[in-house]
Nanobody, 125 residues
């Protein structure tokens, strides 16, 4: 089992920044990749960014490229998402996910084995 707990969300004005954190606990040695997804009210869950646990590969949704940066600290077993130049369209519940497999489509939420409860990000105009 792997446990994930997100933090760092909040209310910010457009153009502002937030940094989300997601420490992992439990059998973290099994993790091969992690990702951030988000879900706005009335919308489907949306891929934001993913990173292999070695850090060698990262993937981003087109909507966040150049504004968001995913990173991880293996020593702390923690995933991060640095979000800059935030827009009202970024308002959503942000969840981190852990995958025990290297293969597959990193943008597909069905690929991930463990999920956190999420942290709310609200961007005001």
């Amino acid at each position: 089992q792997v446990q994930l707990v997100e933090s760092g969300g909040g209310l910010v004005q457009a153009g502002g920044s937030l940094r989300l954190s997601c420490p992992a606990s439990g059998r973290t040695s099994r993790i091969k990749a992690m990702a951030w997804f988000r879900q706005a009210p009335g919308k489907e869950r949306e891929f934001v960014a993913a990173i292999t646990w070695s850090g060698s590969l990262t993937y981003y949704a087109d909507s966040v490229k150049g504004r968001f940066t995913i990173s991880r600290d293996n020593a702390k077993n923690t995933l991060y998402l640095q979000m800059n130049s935030l827009k009202p369209a970024d308002t959503a519940l942000y969840c981190c996910a852990a995958d025990l497999d290297y293969y597959g489509d990193y943008t597909n939420p069905g690929k991930y084995d463990y999920w956190g409860q999420g942290t709310q990000v609200t961007v005001s105009s």
